[in-house]
């Protein structure tokens, strides 16, 4: 499958709409799916990814985070 088909929309879930989790599991998991049909990527890049898939709004709940993991930690928690 070309992996252009699977690249995700941008993240911009508003977290205190009753419908963010359901919103967050949904992107989260097409991003997780386009990641890994990307093939081998660094840590590095996941973050840079990540940040290029969500809005600014989004970005902030993370903008501190040194790491992917990280990242995803602190979205998860505002969900």
């Known amino acids: 499958m070309d992996v252009k088909a699977l690249r995700p929309k941008v993240f ?3 977290p205190h709409s009753k419908d963010a989790k359901r919103e967050w599991l949904h992107w989260h998991k097409s991003f997780t799916t ?4 990307l093939g081998e990527v ?4 996941k973050l840079n990814l990540l940040v ?6 989004a970005y902030e709940l993370f903008v ?3 790491t992917y ?3 995803i930690a602190s979205l998860k928690l505002c969900t």
């Open 34 to 37: 386009y990641v890994l049909n």
């Open 12 to 14: 911009a879930a508003d």
């Open 69 to 71: 993991d990280e990242a």
């Open 64 to 66: 501190e985070a040194s």
């Open 52 to 57: 290029n898939h969500v809005d600014a709004a």
């Open 42 to 45: 660094t840590p590095a890049d």
